[in-house]
């Protein structure tokens, strides 16, 4: 699956760009957003983001595609799609300075619309550290549901930490999206 451009009232959702790569290593390097994904480094380099770019830019991703969440003054965050498993995998990260303003919502439920009207798939999954609160609460508002605890290992904090993953099925997505 290639990103294509998408469009919100308050959001573009685009593919990840060279030019994003400062900005990826300043946003993503806080280790208040590091410490909340598990497979970011901490502490976070230059060479990491440009490694991110160059590997999301590939075409041999299986199936994995990644959107820049730009608010129009540049990236801002990241949502990406693929698999970690059997499943397809919903992932996504936010700067600080753009938490708590709804753009995860927004971005992420662009993502979902797209991402079931060009994949067959019939559900995807995510998840969230236990201590990550807000995350939970956009995927539930989004709809995912029926969590399981999982351990997850953490590679900033490098160890392992309590999480739970979330699923959410096509005709769950497409009944919300409807109403």
Not at 22 to 48: A, C, Q, W
Not at 84 to 93: A, M, R, V
Not at 104 to 131: C, K, P, R, Y
Request: proline share 4%; with cysteine; aromatic share 10%.
């Amino acid at each position: 699956m290639k990103p294509v451009a998408l469009n919100s009232k308050r959001l573009i959702l685009r593919p990840p760009a060279g030019s994003d790569a400062e900005r990826l290593f300043e946003l993503i390097g806080n280790y208040e957003v590091s410490k909340m994904l598990s497979v970011v480094p901490h502490p976070y380099t230059m060479d990491d983001a440009r490694w991110w770019l160059g590997q999301i830019a590939s075409d041999d991703l299986a199936g994995e595609c990644a959107f820049a969440i730009d608010d129009g003054t540049g990236l801002i965050g990241a949502v990406s799609l693929g698999r970690h498993g059997n499943e397809p995998t919903l992932g996504y990260w936010l700067g600080q300075p753009y938490w708590g303003k709804g753009y995860m919502m927004e971005a992420a439920g662009m993502a979902l619309a797209w991402f079931f009207s060009v994949s067959d798939a019939q559900a995807i999954e995510s998840g969230a550290l236990d201590e990550n609160p807000a995350s939970m609460s956009v995927l539930t508002k989004l709809g995912f549901g029926h969590g399981v605890a999982r351990d997850l290992n953490v590679r900033a904090r490098g160890k392992v930490m309590a999480s739970t993953r979330v699923f959410l099925g096509r005709e769950e997505f497409v009944a919300r999206e409807t109403a």
